[in-house]
């Protein structure tokens, strides 16, 4: 069953990795506009996930494009299918171009 939820009910939510670690938070998706579906959330990662993952900025955070095929469940937070180890070796997690 699809549920359709507005970006704004996105927006700052909290994006937790499988085993419960703090990824960071929803700033952005991507859209692919041929089929208007989002492909990508925006992860402005949280410190230790931004030292964690090789992301670390001198001033300011991340962020991160993360599939969407990698999200388990929506709720209070985003939940990834993904353990952060794991996470670190998914070739399709890369720093947004667009921060």
Same mark, same amino acid.
Request: aromatic share 8%; charged share 20%; glycine share 8%.
């Given at each position: 069953?699809? $549920? @359709?939820?507005? =970006?704004?009910? @996105? $927006?700052?939510?909290?994006?937790? /990795?499988?085993? +419960? =670690?703090?990824? +960071?938070?929803?700033? +952005?998706?991507? !859209? ?12 402005? &990662? ?8 090789? =992301? ?6 991340? *962020?991160? /494009?993360?599939? *969407? $095929?990698?999200?388990?469940?929506? +709720?209070?937070?985003? &939940? &990834?299918?993904?353990? &952060? #180890?794991? @996470?670190? @070796?998914?070739? #399709? !997690? $890369? #720093? /947004?171009?667009?921060?």
């Amino acid at each position: 069953m699809t $549920s @359709l939820v507005s =970006f704004k009910e @996105l $927006s700052d939510k909290y994006v937790i /990795c499988a085993g +419960g =670690f703090d990824l +960071g938070q929803i700033n +952005g998706v991507e !859209i692919d506009t041929a089929t208007w579906q989002v492909t990508h959330l925006h992860v402005k &990662l949280s410190k230790s996930a931004s030292e964690d993952l090789g =992301f670390k900025k001198r001033i300011g955070s991340s *962020t991160v /494009c993360v599939p *969407t $095929s990698l999200v388990s469940k929506v +709720g209070d937070n985003i &939940l &990834l299918n993904k353990t &952060l #180890e794991e @996470l670190t @070796l998914h070739p #399709e !997690i $890369s #720093e /947004c171009k667009y921060y």
